[in-house]
């Protein structure tokens, strides 16, 4: 990431709100928090997009850090856990709206990350498919690192 303070710009409202700072006691892949997990996905997301002038610079960093914003432990849900992949999105959206001031886009692009999990949901603009891909991404590397014992470190911008 070469614009650190852009980055830091766009996510401060998120990264030292209190109900988004709950997400540092939950567990994502692996053993990684959920916490680390999105900001992973927040800096590879705008990592990708930081040159590019027709991208929503903004949108994508708060859709990212806001894309698994549901707020409960979800490994713990027993049988309910396989039902997760399909439904989270759209509660992380919903929460976001209520909490935050997201955008439409914003919005979007949280609902529509998990494709092609939810075939039928793909993302609507640019931003909302670098997050999903971004998304895969860290995912992949945290549940392969974390099953290993090596966790990849977060990312970790001045703000936290």
């Not at 916490?35 to 992973?40: A, D, I």
């Not at 309910?80 to 209520?98: D, N, Q, T």
Request: glycine share 4%; with cysteine; charged share 25%.
């Amino acid at each position: 990431m070469k614009n650190r303070e852009l980055f830091n710009e766009y996510a401060r409202e998120i990264l030292e709100n209190p109900f988004f700072l709950k997400n540092k006691g939950f567990i994502s892949h692996g053993a990684i928090s959920m916490y680390s997990h999105c900001l992973n996905v927040a800096a590879i997301s705008f990592s990708l997009v930081e040159d590019n002038d027709r991208i929503d610079k903004r949108c994508v960093v708060r859709a990212a850090l806001l894309h698994d914003f549901f707020l409960y432990e979800c490994h713990r849900m027993g049988l309910r856990y396989v039902l997760h992949g399909w439904i989270h999105a759209g509660i992380a959206a919903e929460k976001a709206r209520e909490i935050f001031s997201i955008t439409d886009k914003e919005y979007s692009c949280i609902k529509t990350h998990m494709w092609p999990w939810t075939l039928f949901h793909p993302p609507r603009c640019r931003e909302g498919w670098i997050i999903s891909l971004a998304d895969k991404i860290v995912a992949l590397k945290e549940t392969v690192f974390g099953r290993s014992g090596k966790h990849p470190q977060a990312v970790k911008p001045e703000l936290c």
